[in-house]
T-cell receptor, first 116, second 113 residues
Framework: GAVVSQHPSRVICKSGTSVKIECRSLDFQATTMFWYRQFPKKSLMLMATSNEGSKATYEQGVEKDKFLINHASLTLSTLTVTSAHPEDSSFYIC????????????FGQGTRLTVV | AQTVTQSQPEMSVQEAETVTLSCTYDTSENNYYLFWYKQPPSRQMILVIRQEAYKQQNATENRFSVNFQKAAKSFSLKISDSQLGDTAMYFCASTDSWGKLQFGAGTQVVVTP
């Protein structure tokens, strides 16, 4: 199957700083990428949907000024957690889809963010 | 809006036995797709099986099969001949016409020797 690479896999940052997470589709062009947040032993919560070259669409309750999403190319989307606080600590996962809604969405390996 | 409900937090099954995971969903879409994903301890999400809502035939992938009851909005997953490597969290999901995946709460499957 297609490969989606997410980097870094783990990051620790100080409270108040910003951290950027990258999501790359390595062998296909991803017209749409999704960002999820997952709490321990919980399901994936969709944060936002990004389409190449346009602004991301955020789910209700997700602060777009805190979670900045950029989808600058068909193979790269980034999530920047700005002014991170301990409550932002979580597991973040991206996924990418090449074509229509019925096609498989490929997932990155996830990023464990710890804010201290 | 879509909702996906998984009512079994955890299921235990012995090796070589069969286990069935339940999933119900609700959607206002006419055209939608249903999926089962597994998330092993590595936390990498892996597609197990996919069902197109307009197809009546139940999807099958090796030891994994679904029972899709469209009128009842039910989409259960059967794992046959369970193997230790099947131990994982299993998520049922639906997608709308925009491609947004809505996940259920998940069912932890534990396969014991």
């Amino acid at each position: 199957g297609a490969v989606v690479s997410q980097h870094p896999s783990r990051v620790i940052c100080k409270s108040g700083t910003s951290v950027k997470i990258e999501c790359r589709s390595l062998d296909f062009q991803a017209t749409t990428m999704f960002w999820y947040r997952q709490f321990p032993k919980k399901s994936l919560m969709l944060m936002a949907t990004s389409n190449e070259g346009s602004k991301a669409t955020y789910e209700q309750g997700v602060e777009k000024d805190k979670f900045l999403i950029n989808h600058a190319s068909l193979t790269l989307s980034t999530l920047t957690v700005t002014s991170a606080h301990p409550e932002d600590s979580s597991f973040y996962i991206c996924s990418a889809r090449a074509a229509g809604p019925g096609t498989e969405a490929f997932f990155g390996q996830g990023t464990r963010l710890t804010v201290v | 809006a879509q909702t996906v409900t998984q009512s079994q937090p955890e299921m235990s099954v012995q090796e070589a036995e069969t286990v069935t995971l339940s999933c119900t969903y609700d959607t206002s879409e006419n055209n939608y797709y249903l999926f089962w994903y597994k998330q092993p301890p590595s936390r990498q999400m892996i597609l197990v099986i996919r069902q197109e809502a307009y197809k009546q035939q139940n999807a099958t992938e090796n030891r994994f099969s679904v029972n899709f009851q469209k009128a009842a909005k039910s989409f259960s997953l059967k794992i046959s001949d369970s193997q230790l490597g099947d131990t994982a969290m299993y998520f049922c999901a639906s997608t709308d016409s925009w491609g947004k995946l809505q996940f259920g709460a998940g069912t932890q499957v534990v396969v014991t020797p």
